[in-house]
C-alpha cells in the first residue's frame, strides 16, 4: 500500500466494512466487457451473461469464467463441458438482459442469428470476438465454480465498440 493511502487498523478502507457488500461494491467499480456464454449437447442448450472472463496464458491458450453454482445453468455448463464466449458490442444491451434475466433457455437465442462451433456451443454472429472452448478443470471457490477452458478456435470482428458493464450499468466504449 502507498505510503499517502490510509486504513483502519483491520486494513479496511475508513467508513466502509470488510464485508459482503462493501466487496460486491468495489466489484461493480471495477468495469469489464460483456459477454454472453453459450453451451449445447446433453446438458441441453442455454447460455447466461458474465463478465466475470479473463486469459490465463496463451500457451497453451486458456481462459476463465466464474459461474455461479446455483444459476439456473450451472449443471448444463458443467454437463456439457464446452463453451462459446461472446463479446458483446455496443447495442447488444437487451441481448445481455436476455442471458442475465429469468428469461426461459429456449428464449434467450430468439432475435439474434448463431452458429455452431466445432465444440458444438453456439456464436454469436456480430459478436465483437467469440471464443470457442473446452471446460478442462472445475475449481470450487465460495459460491461459484471457476472454469478453466481450454480454447479451440478465436473468430476476432475487425471492428465495432465494445459493451462495458461498469458501476451496474451499461456503457459503450
Request: glycine share 8%.
Amino acid at each position: 500500500m502507498s505510503s499517502n493511502a490510509v486504513e483502519n487498523a483491520d486494513g479496511g478502507i475508513p467508513g466502509r466494512k470488510n464485508d459482503a457488500t462493501a466487496f460486491r461494491e468495489a466489484m461493480s467499480r471495477i468495469g469489464a466487457a460483456v459477454n454472453i456464454i453459450t453451451t449445447d449437447g446433453e446438458g441441453g442448450r442455454t447460455g447466461f451473461a458474465a463478465t466475470a472472463v479473463c486469459s490465463v496464458t496463451d500457451s497453451p491458450p486458456t481462459i476463465l469464467i466464474c459461474l455461479n453454482k446455483s444459476a439456473s445453468v450451472h449443471q448444463a455448463v458443467t454437463q456439457n463441458r464446452v463453451l462459446c464466449v461472446n463479446t458483446l458490442e455496443a447495442g447488444h444491451e437487451d441481448l445481455s438482459r436476455r442471458f442475465g434475466g429469468k428469461t426461459p433457455p429456449e428464449e434467450r437465442f430468439a432475435g439474434a442469428v448463431w452458429t455452431q462451433t466445432a465444440s458444438g456451443a453456439l456464436a454469436l454472429e456480430d459478436a465483437l470476438v467469440s471464443v470457442d472452448c473446452e471446460i478442462e478443470d472445475i475449481v470450487e471457490r465460495g459460491s461459484h465454480d471457476v472454469l478453466f477452458c481450454r480454447v479451440l478456435d478465436v473468430k476476432v470482428r475487425e471492428s465495432g465498440r465494445a459493451l462495458i458493464y461498469l458501476n451496474r450499468n451499461y456503457h459503450h466504449i
